[in-house]
């Protein structure tokens, strides 16, 4: 990251817009050097007036007005042909021309990956960059991809995903060689179909520099067996609504039963701080990355709050400082050249 980094908000995205965007950037000042500047996307008419609560956030910041916002329900194609000029996609244009090393947004996830795939292309031959997120487990967090962008992936796409994974948790995370397992229905060598079988045999060939573990199953997921769990995006996001399910089903069967009695709210009322460890534990980090594009772009949740908003810029930030862009490179290079064609891959 230089000197003066710039981080490039769209303020007008999400559910709560600027009362969650512009106050999330206040929380992130609390971690960020000093040095990162912000630059916001919106209608200055309202950005103003939140950025003034805040003096040294409206010091180390610049509003760039537009009164044009892409919906939360607006399909993906329609933004891509009308939204020239909304706040999305003048932020992650500000990240093409250089003027910021990172764009983030709490927009429409389709919208949102549709524009910044057209403004700033696939460094990697994908058809669309995977959606990354973090799975809540026993040791710490599990690094999941594809979540829902491509439904339909050969074995040279799940390798990609891999050395993408891989790359960002080491970053993310801190973890200097992080596991990678591909999700199958077994852990067995002859088991899966095609894809994974041929995904198998090129990871497992050691010629890329990838801590490879083997197959994983589901249970796995949760006991952070690897740190980055491969798969495509018809599995991934089953999973992930799977795993969202069971989360809420769980946490609304503990609340009923600290409020089925006066004994059970006393009790409720004394746990309180084990219990707000718990829900945070189980509420999985609300930023993903989109991965593989030509410049940095971090989706936040769409009903991010001003916390879940400062915790996304700050990975913004992380990303932005480090090498993430040419270690996916250097792998990717090396799987171009040791596997032309996956149907010769190693058995």
Known sequence: MTESSVISVDAMGGD?????????LALALKSVPVTVRFLLHGDEARI???LARTPELARRSEIRHTDKVIASDEKPA??????????MWNAIEA??????VAAVSCGSTGSLMAIARLILRMSVPMERPPL????????GVTTLLDAGANIDCDAERLVEFAILGEAYHRVAYGVERPRVGLLNV???DMKGHDEVQQAHAILRSGKL???????????????NLVDVVVTDGFTGNIALKTGEGAARYITEELKAALTSSLPAKIGALLARPALRRFRDRITPTPAAPLLGLGGLVVKCHGGADARDFGRSVGLAVDLAASDLMSQIERNMTRLSADFPAVEGAPA
């Open 16 to 24: 709560h817009g600027v009362s969650a965007t512009v106050p999330g």
């Open 209 to 223: 520099d990838i801590a490879y573990h083997g197959f994983v199953e589901g249970d796995d997921l949760s006991t």
């Open 78 to 87: 329609t933004a891509v042909r009308r939204g020239k000029g909304a706040s």
């Open 48 to 50: 103003r007036p939140e």
């Open 132 to 139: 990354v997120v973090p799975w809540p487990g026993l040791r």
């Open 95 to 100: 990240v093409k021309s250089g003027e910021a």
């Open 186 to 188: 077994g852990s067995e």
